[in-house]
Nanobody, 122 residues
Framework: QVQLVECGGTLVQPGGNLTLSCAHS?????????IFWYRQTPGKGRELVAS????????QYADSVKGRFTISGDSAKNLAYLRMSYLEPEDTGVYYC??????????????WGRGTQVTVSS
């Protein structure tokens, strides 16, 4: 059973830094896959924050976090990270890790963690 577990969410002051981690079990993808970080903020739907394609480590970011957030990963340790800097109150929300890729017999499949709460407040 594929599992993703996020951790690192906490209360942080505006302007502060925080790194979230996503520990995942071995992923059953047949070829290259991508890791995503989403967040769900009060009053808004789930928003894609950052993504990284594993085969070439290409990354993309939402405009709202570009220049402040960095996604990375350590495949050998089955870990992904989201480093967040210059945090703003608008960054408050539940952050989710997602892994998506092709699974033989199932097609494109994705897996979600249960999320970790980040609160940016003074």
């Amino acid at each position: 059973q594929v599992q993703l577990v996020e951790c690192g969410g906490t209360l942080v002051q505006p302007g502060g830094n925080l790194t979230l981690s996503c520990a995942h079990s071995d992923l059953p993808f047949s070829t290259s896959y991508a890791i995503f970080w989403y967040r769900q903020t009060p009053g808004k739907g789930r928003e894609l924050v950052a993504s990284m394609h594993k085969h070439d480590r290409a990354t993309q970011y939402a405009d709202s976090v570009k220049g402040r957030f960095t996604i990375s990963g350590d495949s050998a340790k089955n870990l992904a990270y989201l480093r967040m800097s210059y945090l703003e109150p608008e960054d408050t929300g539940v952050y989710y890790c997602n892994a998506a890729g092709p699974v033989i017999g199932s097609g494109l499949t994705d897996y979600w963690g249960r999320g970790t709460q980040v609160t940016v407040s003074s």
